[in-house]
């Protein structure tokens, strides 16, 4: 029978379990690469394992989120990640070199293999016919010390592609956006996008990548292209030519849905504010001021559409209301730009260059002001990511945002009566890794340097037979890990301190939610109410530590998003389901909720029995996990069970 690219790839990693929709697989991993928003956890966390070398073929630390340096704490926690990858055998791509999507898909890649990537948007690597998978920082730590990755074997959707796109004014930006206008950002949640058809020729790697990267955003497990000759050309150019394999689904492969998008009727698109499915046609905004613009990011900071920014920009002013901010995804790609005069292009319009690095994307540096419109070709635009939650964050592709900066406002792109170059995919990359530092050998006596902002893990104490607490926040669908952990330029350096990031769970929400908590926590500890698809968006491990930090005992929604889960489960806290949606309805905040015999029910039907002690019903939840993650909440979070497993061996 016909496989697709999917099954391929992970027939030839599987350690164990079945290809079978929702059944746990275990796959050997080839690559893990860290960034250090997330890195300096799963580094602290693979250290508390206790393992001296990191056992996968290749892992890379990155740096390009924490980038302000305007107290100690960043800087100190670059040196302790520099120092913990030559301690224990990883790649450091060191601050400048640019945002970990990006450059691992410039210099790591390789069609057919599986990477792992403390961050949502590893997917990137799918535009290279890789399988790239976003991961908790402890999800990463143990796969480092050894172990399989386990997931629920996602469903395989076919994208299948025809056409062509119309350049230069509709990119792949625009192709994410119609799809996400689509399926929503619940779309993809226990799916694999597998994009095919006649179409996928039409895209270059880095445009594949710009798929992929936002397939993020639909909650899909990732997403992945073939490789074929287009792959083979991006990695000659990138003189890598000897990792390519040629990559495609048998002609009689089997899908669970097949989705068809005709890249010729793309058009240019928009995101509207607070979320990346809020989708519209560019030209219905026409006439919207515009404040910021902002052209970068993981998802567009590809040499090729900037180049055509450039040529948007070349001889134009930026809008006198407008400020426009340029954060290039490389090295490389910025070296290239400069050297060939299109950054000083950019310059001479009135572009403020950032550093090679997250930037504005995550809120570090870059806010828009109260009230202010800022159109991003970023890949979220949630309330208050930016820094601000008075401002609205429109998505739209690289090339829309130049011709927006130049007019002030959103205009129909095809009438703007600016120029566009059409980009044109170089066939040679200017290579030169010199802010990559290898793994070192006779590691033994590095020191491993922590300054102190960086403090221990917390573990949660063992689960208990009963749990009694408090409502301590009611909240709808589609609540983000940015609302229940804010990013930001004075949150994020605290990423590696879990006392002192607790203090600003919810804050967006609920400003005293964390003393509250703190309050509750003799009264039996709080637990969280949720929509669906409750904590979407990042996989940062922050948002299910530090609610563990404040004494939260469980969550209960309507469903919840994929690494989030996970994360919960790492850490000890039990994901539950209302059994009965409308149940949901009837709770409110502040209630007093008993749940009874936690343990029996884990380990026998999944089934809890919840009674609302305030309002004197009961209702039913349940938890849907599988053998090794109801061990992982028996041990009390999946440091404590990997360090017994290590212990007998
Ligand atoms: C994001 O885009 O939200 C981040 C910041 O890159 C996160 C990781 C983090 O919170 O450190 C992600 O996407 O996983
Ligand atoms: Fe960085 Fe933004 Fe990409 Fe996240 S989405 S990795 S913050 S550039």
């Known amino acids: 029978m016909g496989r697709n690219i999917v099954e391929k790839i992970f027939e030839t990693h599987k350690a164990y379990g079945e290809l079978t929709p929702n059944t746990p697989v275990g796959l050997r991993i080839d690559q893990v690469y860290t960034q250090d928003a997330t890195g300096t956890m799963a580094w602290l966390q693979f250290e508390a394992i206790g393992i001296d070398r990191v056992k996968v073929p290749l892992a890379v630390s990155y740096v390009d989120h924490n980038m302000i340096q305007s107290n100690y704490m960043n800087p100190d926690d670059h040196r302790f990640l520099q120092t913990a990858a030559a301690r224990y055998g990883a790649y450091f ?141 991006f990695l000659r150019a990138q003189e890598r030519e000897k990792d390519w394999t040629e990559l495609q689904a048998d002609r009689d492969a089997k899908y669970h849905e097949v989705i068809e998008i005709d890249l010729g009727s793309v058009e240019p698109m928009i995101a509207q504010p607070h979320s990346p499915d809020n989708v519209v046609a560019a030209r219905e905004l026409a006439g919207t001021r515009v404040d910021q613009v902002c052209i970068g990011s993981c998802t567009n900071s590809s040499y090729q559409v900037l180049k055509t920014v450039a040529s948007i920009l070349k001889g134009n002013s930026v809008a006198d209301g407008v400020s426009l901010l340029i954060n290039p995804g490389s090295k490389a790609v910025y070296e290239m730009l400069s050297r060939k005069g299109l950054a000083a292009d950019m310059i001479a319009a009135g572009a403020r260059i950032l550093e090679c690095s997250c930037g504005p994307c995550i809120g570090m540096g870059g806010a828009p002001g109260t009230g202010h419109v800022s159109v991003r070709s970023y890949n979220r635009n949630f309330k208050g990511r930016s820094g601000n939650k008075d401002s609205f964050v429109y998505l739209a592709s690289p090339v829309a945002c130049a011709v927006f900066a130049v007019k002030g406002k959103v205009v129909d792109l095809q009438n703007s009566g600016l120029h566009a170059e059409v980009p044109r995919e170089p066939a040679s990359y200017l290579i030169n890794d010199n802010m990559f530092i290898p793994p070192q050998q006779n590691a033994e006596k590095v020191e491993v340097i922590k300054g102190p902002n960086i403090k221990e893990v917390p573990v949660k104490e063992p689960l208990a037979e009963k749990i009694e607490a408090d409502v301590l926040l009611k909240l709808g669908d589609n609540v983000t890990t940015d609302d229940i952990m804010p990013a930001g330029s004075t949150i994020l350096p605290l990423r590696s301190n879990i006392p002192a990031i607790s203090e600003y769970v919810f804050s967006h929400i609920d400003n005293i939610f964390s003393k509250r908590a703190e309050e509750a926590k003799s009264a039996g500890g709080g637990i969280i109410v949720g929509g669906e698809n409750y904590g979407q968006g990042s996989s940062r491990e922050h948002a299910a530590i530090a609610p563990m930090f404040l004494g939260i005992q469980a969550v209960i929604a309507k469903s919840f998003a994929r690494i989030h889960r996970s994360n919960l489960i790492n850490f000890g806290i039990i994901p539950l389901i209302f059994k009965n949606m409308e149940d949901y309805g009837r709770i409110e905040k502040g209630d007093r909720l008993l749940l009874h015999d936690v343990k029996k029910s884990l380990t026998g039907s999944q089934s809890y029995v919840i009674r609302n002690l305030t309002r004197d019903y009961s209702f039913e939840a349940s938890s849907s996990l599988n053998g090794r993650e109801k061990e992982i909440i028996l041990s009390g979070g999946l440091l404590p069970n990997t360090r017994k497993h290590i212990q007998k061996i």
């Open 93 to 233: 791509s060191r601050p400048g070199n640019g945002i970990s999507h990006q450059i691992h898909l410039e210099r790591f890649a390789v069609p057919g293999k599986i990477v792992l990537g403390t961050d949502s948007h590893t997917p990137t690597g799918g535009g290279m016919g890789m399988i790239a998978i976003g991961v908790g920082g402890l999800d990463a730590a143990t796969v480092m010390a050894g172990a399989p990755y386990e997931l629920g074997m996602p469903r395989v959707v076919l994208m299948k592609l025809k056409g062509r796109l119309i350049r230069p004014w509709v990119t792949a930006m625009d192709v994410i956006l119609e799809i996400l206008r689509k399926l929503t950002v619940k779309g993809g949640v226990g799916k694999i996008l597998e994009y095919g058809g006649p179409g996928v020729k039409d895209l270059s790697v880095p445009e594949r990548a710009t798929i992929t990267n936002m397939g993020a955003e639909l909650g899909a497990t990732t997403s992945v292209f073939p490789s074929d000759k287009r792959t083979r050309f």
